[in-house]
């Protein structure tokens, strides 16, 4: 199995229907099935095995190095949030419930207010990405990629 980020799964989503190839024609040519291919193209990394995600980037001719070292870049200059605190218990995370679940909302601009490396508030090493999946932060207390919490209460 692999564990690509979710850019270059959809780098090699957008390469497949620029050519207008079906994920059903892709999947039988590189030796895997249609849903497994959806799912990945989705931006689970973790789907395809390395064999058939190798036919993939090559059929496109597509770098994986240079996508994921490209990806890597792209996701540090557009990311409009900085850091946040991994510690549930600083009070830059809000905590409220959901559904009898207890979440953590990070308040970003208290954590991280300069763009530093440590919490402003606590002292923790600040995140920038999803700890289970690497995605990059995005708005809220969940990972919009992998549906993981932020912070782990």
């Known amino acids: 199995m692999t564990n690509l980020r979710p850019e270059i799964c959809f780098r090699l989503r957008d390469a497949r229907r620029g050519a207008g190839i079906s994920q059903q024609v892709l999947a039988a040519e590189i030796g895997c099935h249609q ?5 990945f193209e989705k931006g689970d990394g973790t789907k395809l095995n390395a064999e058939a995600v190798e036919k993939y980037a090559k059929k496109f001719s597509i770098d994986l190095k240079g996508a994921a070292a490209a990806a890597e870049k792209t996701v540090e200059a557009n990311s409009p949030f900085t850091g946040y ?13 959901v559904d009898g679940r207890r979440l953590y909302l990070p308040d970003r601009e208290r954590a991280d207010p300069a763009g530093g490396r440590f919490c402003a508030m606590c002292g923790e090493v600040l995140e920038r990405r999803c700890a289970t999946c690497g995605a990059a932060v995005h708005a809220g207390a969940v990972c919009t990629y992998c549906g993981q919490p932020y912070v782990a209460g």
């Open 35 to 39: 849903s497994a291919l959806s799912v």
């Open 85 to 97: 605190c991994p510690n549930p218990s600083c009070p830059s995370n809000r905590a409220y419930e």
